[in-house]
């Protein structure tokens, strides 16, 4: 993406409960030795622990956040998603961050829908940003600003 991005961060989840970023690697170190010894098998050990990590990866590692007059995108090491402004139907916001959806109504789909923007304290900014950027319609006809 060439553009300028109008603002960007990165957050690492697990930098914020280190304890439990400990014992997400002592489960994942564990069950992948169970998985290796039980199936006497080194490559189900290390499958294991390729999946268990990949499931958890936006929590082990930094992801980058960057949004543009174009489009939002959240970027981790194992993946890159991407929903421009004219595709967000829905913005739901909680106290950690807003979910940009491109489903209308909640669904069992949003987990794999959209773009979840995290905080770090920037909520303003990103609020800001998100509520210049996507139409009133998407926040089930409230001011976006009020977010």
Same mark, same amino acid.
């Given at each position: 993406m060439n553009e300028d991005p109008g603002l960007e961060w990165t957050i690492h989840l697990a930098r914020r409960r280190p304890a439990q970023a400990a014992a997400a690697v002592a489960v994942i170190t564990a069950a992948s030795l169970a998985a290796?010894?039980?199936?006497?098998?080194?490559?189900?050990?290390?499958l294991a622990a390729a999946l268990l990590i990949a499931s958890v990866s936006?929590?082990?590692?930094?992801?980058?956040f960057t949004?543009?007059?174009? $489009? $939002?995108?959240?970027?981790?090491?194992?993946?890159?998603?991407?929903?421009?402004?004219?595709?967000?139907?829905?913005v739901s916001r909680d106290d950690l961050g807003l979910k940009l959806s491109p489903l209308p109504q909640p669904s069992r789909l949003? $987990?794999?829908?959209?773009i979840y923007l995290w905080f770090e304290d920037n909520?303003?900014?990103?609020?800001?940003?998100?509520?210049?950027?996507?139409?009133?319609?998407? $926040?089930?006809?409230?001011?976006?600003?009020?977010?």
């Open positions: 290796g010894f039980g199936f006497q098998s080194l490559l189900l050990g290390l936006d929590y082990l590692f930094p992801l980058t949004l543009t007059h174009e $489009a $939002a995108e959240a970027r981790g090491p194992l993946h890159r998603r991407r929903l421009l402004w004219a595709q967000v139907r829905r949003d $987990a794999f829908r959209g909520a303003d900014d990103v609020m800001a940003f998100v509520a210049h950027h996507v139409k009133a319609e998407a $926040a089930g006809g409230d001011d976006l600003s009020s977010l």
